[in-house]
């Protein structure tokens, strides 16, 4: 028998539900992203980049895998929560770490704020961090969505960095 702090797994309706709020928000940090890079392949291109930038074009489709499976991690975290506090926890990381994925675009591309780019993309690994760790302890499926994710975030934080050291 549930105890007050145990939550019951949600019903189908609820989870549908949730699944449709966390592929919204999702799709709010790409559209964010998408605005705030209209002019980033130019911007890219002209750039001084290290010998293993990936080419602008990648950039889309891997971000659309990533935000799919990011959608999925946070969904299946809700889902599996034991309790209460925990699905806080887990929400809490995963909200920080959607800002923090949010504002990068706008400010490595749009405001041109490499360096507040920077910081903000550290920022996100530390979220990403964190909520591996949670989920690893709770869905280790979800864990493994977030894995691609977290690879790519420090990817992008190398190449932040070199693009930041480049370029001044």
Do not use: C, H
Request: proline share 5%; aromatic share 12%.
């Amino acid at each position: 028998m549930p105890t007050a702090t145990t939550r019951n797994r949600p019903p189908v309706r609820s989870a549908v539900a949730a699944a449709v709020l966390f592929a919204a928000a999702v799709a709010l940090v790409a559209a964010v992203g998408s605005w705030a890079a209209a002019t980033s392949a130019e911007q890219y291109a002209a750039l001084r980049l290290p010998g293993w930038a990936p080419p602008a074009a990648l950039f889309g489709p891997v971000w659309t895998v990533l935000y799919v499976l990011l959608a999925f991690a946070g969904w299946r975290l809700w889902y599996r929560a034991a309790d209460g506090r925990e699905l806080r926890r887990s929400l809490t990381w995963y909200g920080v770490g959607l800002v923090l994925n949010a504002l990068w675009t706008p400010l490595f591309f749009a405001a041109q704020a490499r360096a507040w780019a920077l910081l903000d993309i550290a920022l996100l690994d530390v979220a990403v961090v964190g909520l591996l760790v949670l989920a690893a302890r709770r869905d280790r499926l979800a864990a493994a969505a977030l894995v691609p994710y977290l690879l790519w975030v420090l990817y992008a934080t190398a190449l932040t960095t070199a693009i930041l050291t480049l370029n001044g």
